[in-house]
């Protein structure tokens, strides 16, 4: 097997997970958006979605204290406002997006440009 071989089912293997990533997040965000507005439908009032600042505080406790500490960086204080405002279905819709452009670009199987092979005397346009 060569290397050009291993390259290309590498590329395609890649190729596939991310594309199968990015179909399951964006597919979780249209299910819960539709389940949103079959309960807005139901009960007549919009619940809000919970921000993924409350998923990150129970499932990953010493990051959201490293991000929520008032002696952090300035950028983990940004990021953290960010995380505690962004509803997790749009943070879902996000990430799904990012894999899909992604995947777009590891299994881009285009040629290189062939090398020009023109003669320096030669009249050029």
């Known amino acids: 097997m060569t290397f050009a071989r291993i390259d290309q089912i590498t590329r395609s293997v890649m190729a596939l997970c991310l594309w199968l990533a990015a179909v399951?997040?964006?597919?979780?965000?249209?299910?819960?958006?539709?389940f949103q507005i079959l309960r807005w439908l139901h009960d007549g009032y919009w619940t809000d979605q919970p921000t993924v600042?409350?998923?990150?505080?129970?499932?990953?406790p010493d990051a959201s204290a490293y991000l929520n500490n008032p002696?952090?960086?300035?950028?983990?204080?940004?990021?953290?406002?960010v995380l505690s405002r962004m509803p997790s279905g749009f943070a879902l819709v996000c990430i799904g997006t990012f894999f899909a452009v992604l995947n777009v670009s590891v299994s881009d199987r285009r040629p290189e440009a062939p090398m020009v092979?023109?003669?320096?005397?030669?009249?050029?346009?």
């Open 71 to 81: 002696h952090s960086w300035y950028g983990a204080a940004k990021a953290a406002l």
């Open 53 to 60: 600042m409350f998923w990150l505080r129970d499932f990953f």
């Open 24 to 34: 399951t997040l964006n597919m979780g965000a249209v299910l819960w958006l539709g």
């Open 117 to 125: 092979t023109k003669s320096r005397a030669a009249a050029s346009f």
